[in-house]
């Protein structure tokens, strides 16, 4: 696939975080190949689409924009602590999506989850507390 600079800075801005990024912190991240916000978002809903991205809103109901490096079905599990987050290569809820669809008579096509929890850093600065 031929990236734009823009895009290039976008994924790369991405790729170099450990947590979601909000359009602005990419921007701010792009360096030379920074553009408009709109060009930006512009760009993400593209990524989203083909699966190198997906968004995520924050309890502060801030958008941000996380990376995948898969792009079959996974999820996502975020520290609440320092805000990391790590993507989980399979999904483990298949069997109940099932259940659902027999009990509730609808055909799934797609579910999200949200995983938060403490990352190993953060759960041993507890311990040592
Ligand atoms: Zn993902
Ligand atoms: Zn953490
Ligand atoms: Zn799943």
């Known amino acids: 696939m031929r990236q734009t600079p823009q895009r290039e800075g976008i994924l790369r801005a ?5 947590r979601p990024l909000s359009v602005e912190e990419i921007s701010s991240r792009m360096g030379e190949d920074r553009s408009g916000l709109p060009t930006i978002y512009r760009n ?3 990524f989203i689409k ?3 991205a997906e968004n995520i809103l924050g309890q502060d109901q801030v958008m941000r924009f996380v990376r995948c490096n898969t792009n079959h079905h996974h999820h996502h599990v975020q520290c609440e602590s320092c805000g990391r987050m790590v993507e989980v290569d399979f999904c483990g809820v298949e069997d109940s999506i099932r259940q659902l669809e027999i009990s509730s008579g609808f055909r799934i096509t797609r579910h999200q989850l949200s995983l938060f929890g403490l990352c190993t850093d953060c759960q041993s600065a507890e311990k040592r507390h």
């Open 14 to 18: 991405l790729n170099a975080a450990d």
């Open 44 to 46: 993400l809903e593209r």
């Open 50 to 52: 083909e699966g190198w």
